[in-house]
């Protein structure tokens, strides 16, 4: 059983920068993918970011591509997302998500088992 606790999200001006972090609990942290998912109002979640195994290899939604970084410690067994340049349209609730099931190019919901309470972005233009 894996645990996933997120936080960092807040409320930041277009243009700003904000870094979200994902605790995990539980055993074997590196053997799993780890992603961010994202909700707005209305929408369905949506894929933005994974980082495989030992952090090496990342993926990333054209929408965040080239503004959003995430990166892995497993030492800490934490999962961050670094996100700069926000957008109004990035306004979500962000999710963090673990899985086997897949690589670090795996976008669908449903490869990913384990999921975090989520953290709610705010970015006012």
């Known amino acids: 059983q894996v645990q996933l606790v997120e936080s960092g999200g807040g409320l930041v001006q277009a243009g700003g920068s904000l870094r979200l972090s994902c605790a995990a609990s539980?055993?074997?942290?590196?053997?799993?993918?780890m992603a961010w998912f994202r909700q707005a109002p209305g929408k369905e979640r949506e894929f933005a970011a994974a980082?495989?195994?030992?952090?090496?290899?990342?993926y990333y939604a054209d929408s965040v591509k080239g503004r959003f970084t995430i990166s892995r410690d497993n030492a800490k067994n934490t999962v961050y997302l670094q996100m700069n340049n926000l957008k109004p349209e990035d306004t979500a609730v962000y999710y963090c998500?673990?899985?086997?099931?897949?690589?670090?190019?795996?976008?669908?919901?449903?490869?990913?088992?384990?999921w975090g309470q989520g953290t709610q972005v705010t970015v006012s233009s």
């Open positions: 998500a673990s899985g086997r099931l897949g690589s670090w190019t795996s976008v669908s919901r449903n490869v990913y088992t384990y």
């Open positions: 539980g055993r074997a942290f590196s053997t799993y993918i």
């Open positions: 980082v495989s195994w030992t952090g090496g290899n990342t």
